[in-house]
């Protein structure tokens, strides 16, 4: 299996995960930020800090359907975009990066999002 670089790290946008949303597709949304900024600002998603990944793998199974999307967010897209990568190489390749992250959910869809 090939690691993905960083220009083919697959995305959606926060357009297109509200309309998921919105539709009651429920993907899983995992992010990957540190517990102070989840307490400042979050989607509601399931947290596992970037630098816990590798070890917390197995609540993944836990909460994953079998072929469910997982929608991966940080504050802007950099962090999680590193979690994509990592989450195809070990297996997880319905896995998509959220395009800007939590600040371009707080832009252009919910300004109640607190910015940091």
């Not at 690691?3 to 949304?29: G, M, R, T, Y």
């Not at 596992?48 to 590798?54: E, F, V």
């Not at 197995?58 to 079998?66: G, I, P, R």
Request: glycine fraction near 6%.
């Amino acid at each position: 299996m090939t690691a993905l670089s960083d220009a083919v790290v697959p995305e959606i946008s926060v357009q297109e995960l509200k309309q998921l949303l919105d539709n009651n597709q429920k993907p899983f949304v995992l992010d990957v930020r540190q517990e102070f900024e989840y307490s400042i600002a979050n989607l509601g998603g399931h947290l596992i800090p970037l630098n816990q990944l590798s070890d917390r793998l197995n609540e993944l199974d836990e909460h994953l359907a079998s072929d469910q999307l997982t929608v991966v967010h940080c504050r802007s897209g950099v962090r999680s975009a590193q979690a994509v990568r990592f989450l195809h190489a070990v297996g997880y390749t319905n896995t998509k990066n959220l395009r800007g992250g939590i600040l371009a959910w707080s832009k252009e869809i919910d300004p109640s999002i607190p910015t940091y």
